[in-house]
């Protein structure tokens, strides 16, 4: 399932899936958005995606969201364009 947060924020929920299987996917997907050709609408136009990103362990849904916030905000001091799994 995936929504909106707010803003630029969105989660996504899934079902049975584990660490390294989340880094590998969201990986892929922040290289692939960095990868588009954006050049019909504008050729200097580039776009990234930042990700931060939790495993359920049995805990609130506010702290969940928010170990999921804390490697978002890793992942843009980092150098933006990367997913970061907690």
């Avoid at 995936?2 to 899934?14: N, T, V, Y």
């Amino acid at each position: 399932m995936l929504f909106r947060l707010g803003g630029d924020e969105f989660a996504l929920i899934s079902r049975c899936i584990d660490y390294g299987t989340l880094h590998h996917y969201l990986t892929r997907v922040c290289k692939e958005i960095a990868s588009l050709n954006w050049d019909t609408i504008d050729p200097n136009f580039r776009c990234s995606l930042s990700v931060g990103a939790a495993v359920y362990r049995g805990e609130t849904i506010e702290q969940l969201i928010n170990r999921a916030d804390e490697q978002l905000y890793i992942s843009k001091a980092n150098g933006r364009n990367r997913a970061n799994v907690a």
